[in-house]
């Protein structure tokens, strides 16, 4: 991993969505939806974000690629700090970084071709003019994302969903993109049908070294893609952590929790189930100490006055718990 | 590459591409009575562009000697009080009243869309000040409005009374269409492929054109064609007071004007019966077509 280039690096990374209209003031109360993150994305490398809903996984992703401006923090993007960047400037680096959406209905323009929804942005950023030369790269772009080219002319109502996460996949990749930020691309579909486009995505990656943060809830998925795997709650970092040691190792209670209610298919090796107790708390009042503290069945009273520090546990497996490393 | 509507391949199996278009003039053509509505429009259109011509009198043509001649003989409509053919400024009157309709509809389509699309997509004290203007001019009492400004313009000649009377329908009209076409920007702008053209680096302007706009053009058609329809009573209640256009030139509403001479009520009916007929007919079948288009777009049928 060491000899890794890193792609991007996220510090502290923060945003809080203010509940009052109008700019965001210290101390105001906010939905801190992504609460001081730090992490590492190597070149080639998966790092899956998993968590529950409302954990903050979309916000961190949307905020990475700057669909919202971070409120402190940054991100560091082949060298370069992409929350400082204007406009213009962003603009030029949409071709390096790309994101795949979670709801292949809604991310689709119901009244553009297959044909210019793909070729739009090539146009956009001056890769190609209009002509046989764009006419082949989207046939071709078509054809590696497993769509038969022939249907260039049809509209997304014409397609199953997904045929149409497909095309969100084939759009992002239009580009040439090194780094994509995955948002539940395969929680809307059937799981057969999750399965080829996680194939799709690997072959992508193996044939173009992209970057990829696969965020979804699903821990089988990410187990599946994923090189390394970071746990989030209420807009933390609890865990992060290679995969495989994640997933035996997994020194994080609410990592353990979550580890234990995935669901095996063999009935004979089904373990005692550790259900987390009670609900997530809201964003806006966040416990005070340990976020996890209410609801972690070891929670002591440390737990409950002082956040923990995240801790280097052994060589790249991060945990955020006061007694990390003791389980 | 050119939009086509269907692929042949080599073993002769076509793949089709049906576009929302497509699909809606279908929905369209397959409901009979939206088709009659839009046969009927088109027929009167036809008409009142081709029969005063082929009349050939003008609006200036009296004759006198032939006041209230009965349908009939060289007069098909008869004669008015002047002697001026009837069926001729049937016609010619529904010229001005379906230009009046058409103008003042393109006149609320353009300030709607442009201040509810501003509104919608720039959102925040832009869009709380032109929606907050909306309000107002929304709360204006609509005929009311229209006598107290049109009995103040009299100045204006009156062989442009009909662009006045529709700059001011048209003027009066449009908030309606821009909160809709608010309403539909704000919907679409959280829309993912919204945020997946930021993500892309794709420029405000094909934002707007491209990805806005065509996803809100079937709301703003079906809006102007039943404000056309509307457009064309209005017109038609202003002339029948006085207020619209004036005489010498002839619309739907001044001829049914005649009515209200009692004598030409009773015993003329050719000067009159005809204008409403041909206003009722236009606007039921404008309004067909319109709810035949709000059908046909109808968006949870594209899926």
Same mark, same amino acid.
């Given at each position: 991993?060491?000899?890794?280039?890193?792609?991007?690096?996220?510090?502290?990374?923060?945003?809080?969505?203010?509940?009052?209209?109008?700019?965001?003031?210290?101390?105001?109360?906010?939905?801190?939806?992504?609460?001081?993150?730090?992490?590492?994305?190597?070149?080639?490398?998966?790092?899956?974000?998993?968590?529950?809903?409302?954990?903050?996984?979309?916000?961190?992703?949307?905020?990475?690629?700057?669909?919202?401006?971070?409120?402190?923090?940054?991100?560091?993007? #082949?060298?370069?700090?992409?929350?400082?960047? +204007?406009?213009? #400037?962003?603009?030029?680096?949409?071709?390096?970084?790309?994101?795949?959406?979670?709801?292949?209905?809604?991310?689709?323009?119901?009244?553009?071709?297959?044909?210019?929804?793909?070729?739009?942005?090539?146009?956009?950023?001056?890769?190609?003019?209009?002509?046989? #030369?764009?006419?082949?790269?989207?046939?071709?772009?078509?054809?590696?994302?497993?769509?038969?080219?022939?249907?260039?002319?049809?509209?997304?109502?014409?397609?199953?969903?997904?045929?149409?996460?497909?095309?969100?996949?084939?759009?992002?990749?239009?580009?040439?993109? +090194?780094?994509?930020?995955?948002?539940?691309?395969?929680?809307?579909?059937?799981?057969?049908?999750?399965?080829?486009?996680?194939?799709?995505?690997?072959?992508?990656?193996?044939?173009?070294?992209?970057?990829?943060?696969?965020? +979804?809830?699903?821990?089988?998925?990410?187990?599946?893609?994923?090189?390394?795997?970071?746990?989030?709650?209420?807009?933390?970092?609890?865990?992060?952590?290679?995969?495989?040691?994640?997933?035996?190792?997994?020194?994080?209670?609410?990592?353990?929790?979550?580890?234990?209610?995935?669901?095996?298919?063999?009935?004979?090796?089904?373990?005692?189930?550790?259900?987390?107790?009670?609900?997530?708390? +809201?964003?806006?009042?966040?416990?005070?100490?340990?976020?996890?503290?209410?609801?972690?069945?070891?929670?002591?009273?440390?737990?409950?006055?002082?956040?923990?520090?995240?801790?280097?546990?052994?060589?790249?497996?991060?945990?955020?718990?006061?007694?990390?490393? #003791?389980? | 590459?050119?939009?086509?509507?269907?692929?042949?391949?080599?073993?002769?199996?076509?793949?089709? *591409?049906? @576009?929302?278009?497509?699909?809606?003039?279908?929905?369209?053509? =397959?409901?009979?009575?939206?088709?009659?509505?839009?046969?009927?429009?088109?027929?009167?259109?036809?008409?009142?562009?081709?029969?005063?011509?082929?009349l050939g009198y003008s609006v200036n043509d009296y004759d006198l000697s032939n006041p209230n001649l009965a349908p009939?003989g060289e007069h098909?409509l008869g004669t008015d009080k002047q002697g001026r053919d009837c069926l001729f400024r049937?016609?010619l009157?529904?010229?001005?009243?379906?230009?009046?309709?058409?103008?003042?509809?393109?006149?609320?389509?353009?300030?709607?869309?442009?201040?509810?699309?501003?509104?919608?997509?720039?959102?925040?004290?832009?869009?709380?000040?032109?929606?907050?203007?909306?309000?107002?001019?929304?709360?204006?009492?609509?005929?009311?409005?229209?006598?107290?400004?049109?009995?103040?313009?009299?100045?204006?000649? =009156?062989? =442009?009374?009909?662009?006045?009377?529709?700059?001011?329908?048209?003027?009066?009209? !449009?908030?309606?269409?821009?909160?809709?076409?608010?309403?539909?920007?704000?919907?679409?702008?959280?829309?993912?492929?919204?945020?997946?053209?930021?993500?892309? @680096?794709?420029?405000?302007?094909?934002?707007?054109?491209?990805?806005?706009?065509?996803?809100?053009?079937?709301?703003?058609?079906?809006?102007?064609?039943? =404000?056309?329809?509307?457009?064309?009573?209005?017109?038609?209640?202003?002339?029948?007071?006085?207020?619209?256009?004036?005489a010498p030139t002839p *619309? !739907?509403?001044n001829l049914?004007?005649l009515?209200?001479d009692?004598y030409v009520?009773?015993n003329y009916?050719w000067e !009159?019966?005809?204008?409403?007929?041909?206003?009722?007919?236009?606007?039921? *079948?404008?309004?067909?077509?319109?709810?035949?288009?709000?059908?046909?777009?109808?968006?949870?049928?594209?899926?």
């Open positions: 991993m060491a000899e890794k280039r890193k792609i991007l690096e996220v510090k502290n990374l923060k945003k809080y969505f203010p509940l009052k209209k109008g700019k965001y003031k210290e101390g105001d109360p906010c939905v801190k939806a992504v609460d001081d993150i730090t992490f590492d994305l190597y070149e080639g490398e998966t790092l899956g974000l998993v968590g529950e809903s409302g954990c903050g996984k979309s916000t961190l992703g949307r905020t990475i690629i700057r669909l919202y401006e971070p409120t402190s923090g940054e991100v560091i993007f #082949e060298g370069e700090d992409v929350a400082k960047k +204007s406009r213009k #400037e962003m603009r030029a680096l949409r071709e390096e970084m790309q994101f795949i959406f979670q709801d292949p209905y809604s991310s689709l323009n119901p009244r553009m071709t297959v044909f210019n929804i793909l070729a739009e942005p090539l146009i956009a950023h001056g890769k190609f003019k209009r002509g046989p #030369e764009l006419d082949a790269y989207v046939k071709d772009l078509m054809d590696r994302c497993g769509l038969p080219s022939y249907y260039c002319y049809r509209y997304p109502h014409q397609f199953s969903g997904g045929q149409r996460q497909r095309i969100g996949i084939a759009r992002s990749l239009a580009l040439d993109p +090194s780094f994509i930020i995955c948002d539940e691309p395969v929680s809307a579909l059937d799981v057969s049908i999750q399965s080829q486009i996680i194939n799709l995505m690997k072959d992508m990656q193996e044939e173009k070294n992209i970057s990829y943060i696969f965020i +979804s809830h699903d821990l089988s998925v990410v187990k599946h893609i994923s090189d390394r795997v970071g746990v989030m709650y209420l807009g933390s970092m609890m865990e992060l952590a290679d995969k495989n040691e994640i997933y035996s190792n997994p020194q994080h209670p609410y990592t353990r929790a979550l580890i234990g209610a995935i669901p095996l298919p063999d009935p004979t090796k089904r373990k005692e189930m550790k259900v987390i107790q009670g609900e997530i708390p +809201s964003n806006v009042n966040i416990p005070k100490g340990c976020k996890f503290n209410p609801r972690c069945p070891f929670a002591k009273d440390i737990c409950r006055e002082q956040e923990p520090a995240t801790k280097e546990v052994k060589p790249n497996h991060f945990v955020k718990c006061h007694f990390g490393g #003791e389980f | 590459m050119a939009k086509k509507d269907a692929v042949v391949l080599e073993s002769g199996e076509k793949i089709e *591409s049906i @576009g929302p278009w497509t699909i809606a003039w279908r929905k369209f053509r =397959q409901n009979r009575v939206a088709m009659a509505g839009l046969i009927i429009f088109i027929l009167i259109v036809i008409a009142v562009i081709v029969i005063p011509p082929m009939g098909l049937l016609f009157g529904g010229r001005i009243s379906i230009m009046v309709g058409i103008i003042a509809a393109v006149i609320t389509v353009i300030l709607g869309c442009t201040i509810g699309g501003i509104s919608g997509y720039y959102g925040g004290k832009l869009d709380n000040l032109l929606m907050r203007f909306a309000e107002i001019v929304y709360s204006l009492p609509f005929t009311p409005m229209i006598i107290a400004v049109a009995s103040t313009m009299l100045w204006v000649p =009156q062989s =442009q009374k009909m662009y006045t009377v529709s700059l001011l329908i048209g003027l009066l009209s !449009w908030p309606g269409l821009a909160r809709l076409v608010r309403g539909q920007i704000l919907t679409l702008r959280e829309q993912e492929f919204m945020q997946a053209c930021e993500a892309l @680096g794709i420029s405000d302007f094909s934002k707007i054109f491209k990805h806005l706009l065509p996803n809100v053009i079937s709301l703003v058609i079906v809006n102007a064609t039943l =404000q056309m329809a509307s457009a064309i009573l209005t017109e038609a209640g202003l002339s029948f007071l006085g207020m619209g256009v004036t *619309s !739907w509403g049914m004007n009515a209200r009692s009520f009773q009916p !009159w019966i005809p204008a409403g007929l041909m206003c009722l007919l236009t606007v039921i *079948s404008i309004n067909l077509i319109g709810e035949g288009l709000r059908d046909a777009f109808d968006p949870k049928e594209l899926q």
